[in-house]
C-alpha cells in the first residue's frame, strides 16, 4: 500500500498532523500507523483569542476520526522498519506502506529504573495507570521516585498509604518552579487535602475509561489530567503522609530474601511516631530500594517516574538520521528531520533549531515534545 502521506503514532501529536493533512488535502490518501487500537483527538476546538484556543483531548477508537475525515485510514499495528532510501515503512504484520512524506510521532516510553522487575511500576499510559490503581488498592507504603510532573502530582494525590519520594535534586518540582517556591508547597504534600477540590482555572483533559484496549502495546502519553478517573486512595486508615529524601538515587532494589540476608534493619523516619505508622515499618515488606545516601526503605511496590526515552529505534538501524543527546529526532523550526520528506512531532522529536535562552521543550508528560 502507499500513499502521498504515512503518519506514525496515534497520540494528540500523530492524529492532529493526520487531521490537519485531510483537511489540507481532502483528495489524498493519508494513512495512520498506530500501535494502540485507541487514539487520541483534540475536540470541542475554541478560538479563545488570536493565539489562545480552547480544546479538550479525548482517548476513542479510531473508527470515529475515520468517520470524520474519509480519507484518513488507520491501520493498527507498530512500525518495525523505516527504509528511507525506498521511501517506505514496514510494520509489524509484514505490511509495507509507501510515502511521499513521512510524519514519525511515536512517542516515547517510560524510562524506568530498572527493567523486568514486577515491583517496578512506570506510569506512561491509560493500562499502566489502572495497574498501578489496582496495585494500590492494599499498599502500606509506596517508593516513589523521580521529580516530574507525574510524580509531583502522584505524591500529591496519593492517600491512605505511606509515600516516600525519592529525587535527585535539592528541591521538588525543579523542572517548573524554582526551590523558593518548593519550599513553599511542602507542607501542602504533608498536610490533608482539602474536602472539596479547588477549582480548575484551565483547559481539563478526559479520557474515555470504557475505550481502553486490551492489547499489551504502548498506549499514548497521558496528558496533565492523568488521574482524573482514577481512585488513589489505599485502604489505610491515615490519610496524606509524606516523607521526601533529596539529593539521592535508587541504587539497588531488593527482593524481601535479599534484604534478610543483608542482616539490617531497615531504615525508619522522624514521622514515625505513631503506632499506625511504626506499624507499617517491619522489615517484612515485598521489596526494598537501597539509597545513595545509605538508607533501605521498604515498600509495597515500587513507581519509576523518571522521565522517557523517545521510540527511535525503529527509525534508526539503516537510515543515517540525526539523533540529539536525549535520544530524540533532531528537527529543524518545521519540523524536518534530516531525512528527505520525513518530518517528526511530539516526544520523539528535539528541537534542535536556535532557540531563545527562556526556551525551555517540555516532554514525557503532556505527551508532546516541541
Known sequence: MSGKFVVVGGGIAGVTCAEQLAHQFPSERVYLLSASPLIKA???????????????????????????????????????ELRSQEKKVITEGGSQFGYDKLCLCAGASPKLITQGNPHVLGIRDT?????????????????VVGNGGIALELVYELQGCQVIWVIRDKAIGNTFFDAGAAEFL???????KPQVPVACR????????????????LGSALGPDWHGGLDLRATGEFGH???????????????????????????????????????????????????????????????????VVPNTKPFLNGNNVDVAE?????VNDHMQTSLTDIYAAGDICTASWNVSPLWQQVAGYYGGGV
Open 241 to 307: 503522609w509524606v516523607h521526601i529524601e533529596t539529593q539521592c538515587e535508587v541504587t539497588k532494589i531488593l527482593l524481601q530474601e535479599e534484604f534478610r540476608q543483608l542482616n539490617v534493619t531497615a531504615s525508619t523516619f522522624p514521622e514515625d511516631q505513631t503506632t499506625e505508622h511504626s506499624s507499617a515499618s517491619s522489615n517484612d515488606w515485598p521489596v526494598y530500594v537501597e539509597l545513595t545516601n545509605g538508607k533501605i526503605y521498604g515498600c509495597d511496590f515500587i513507581v519509576s517516574a523518571t522521565g
Open 127 to 143: 493500562d499502566s495507570a489502572q495497574e498501578f490503581q489496582r496495585r494500590l488498592t492494599g499498599a502500606r507504603r509506596v517508593v
Open 326 to 330: 536525549d535520544g530524540g529526532l533532531k
Open 186 to 192: 511542602i507542607p501542602q504534600l504533608k498536610s490533608e
Open 202 to 217: 484551565r483547559t481539563k483533559y478526559t479520557t474515555d475509561v470504557a475505550l481502553v484496549g486490551k492489547e499489551n502495546s
Open 42 to 80: 483534540a475536540t470541542n476546538l475554541k478560538q479563545v483569542s488570536r493565539i489562545l484556543e480552547e480544546f479538550d483531548v479525548e482517548e476513542q477508537a479510531s473508527t470515529r476520526l475515520q468517520n470524520r475525515f474519509p480519507n484518513i485510514t488507520v491501520v493498527q499495528s507498530a512500525v518495525t
